[in-house]
């Protein structure tokens, strides 16, 4: 089966950075994308690396590595607004691209 | 430009009964995918629908069904409510199926008591 691991919580201060990992068991996706969902609203979408390597948009970086199986997402100068659950999550091939979410992280950033 | 919008925002229902959920996809957007997130995990895919057609389903039970109109809106009905089915219920869009990203709306939020 397929699956995304993530931890549940991560705590920072502002203007810290800090790095959520996902490790997935999954066969053959198009990519990895990040999402982010503030208190159970809409998951928006941040980021997604379709190749290994580094993307970069804005205080956000997310990374993948194919060959460990590993990603993350990166926040820089972290403010009080990206307290949020963090999402990883896959679009598998063959399966018209459905998205397999991992649990989530949940950001906490205190002042 | 609307992102995508779904109806209605929040729903009381109880055991046995049947509901209906709607969604609009982002203007020029053919595919249209249903999640079910329940509090404190990640949503679980339930369908997509591309040219209204099923294109993908999820591990839910006969209970659940879709359709996708020539729209491309799309509705999600569940028959036989059970309390298990109390989730926040997401439809996202995309231009097209595979690799493309999903944008999600707001959600429907179902209570069954």
């Known amino acids: 089966g397929q699956s995304l691991e993530q931890p549940s919580e991560v705590t920072a201060v502002e203007g810290a950075i800090v790095q959520i990992n996902c490790t997935y068991q999954?066969?053959?996706?198009?990519?990895l994308s990040w999402y982010q969902q503030h208190d159970g609203g809409a998951p928006t979408f941040l980021s997604y690396?379709?190749?290994?390597g580094l993307e970069e948009t804005g205080r956000f970086s997310s990374f993948l590595s194919r060959s460990d199986s590993y990603g993350y997402l990166l926040l820089q100068e972290l403010q009080m607004k990206d307290s949020a659950s963090y999402f990883c999550a896959v679009n598998l091939y063959n399966q018209g691209g459905k998205l397999i979410f991992g649990q989530g992280t949940e950001l906490s950033v205190k002042p | 430009d609307a992102g995508v919008t779904q109806s209605p925002t929040h729903l009381i229902k109880t055991r046995g009964q049947h509901v209906t959920l709607r969604c609009s996809p982002i203007?020029?957007?053919?595919?249209v995918s249903w999640y079910q997130q329940v509090l404190g995990q990640g949503p679980q895919f339930i369908f997509q629908?591309?040219?209204?057609?099923?294109?993908g389903r999820g591990n839910f039970p006969d209970r659940f069904s879709a359709r996708q109109f020539p729209n491309y809106s799309s509705e999600l009905n569940v028959n036989a409510l059970l309390l298990g089915d109390s989730a926040l219920y997401l439809c996202?869009?995309?231009?097209?199926?595979?690799?493309?990203?999903?944008?999600f709306g707001p959600g429907t939020r179902l209570l069954v008591l």
């Open positions: 999954t066969s053959g996706f198009y990519g």
């Open positions: 996202a869009s995309s231009s097209a199926i595979g690799q493309e990203t999903q944008y």
């Open positions: 629908y591309y040219e209204k057609e099923e294109r």
């Open positions: 690396n379709a190749l290994d």
């Open positions: 203007s020029g957007h053919k595919s």
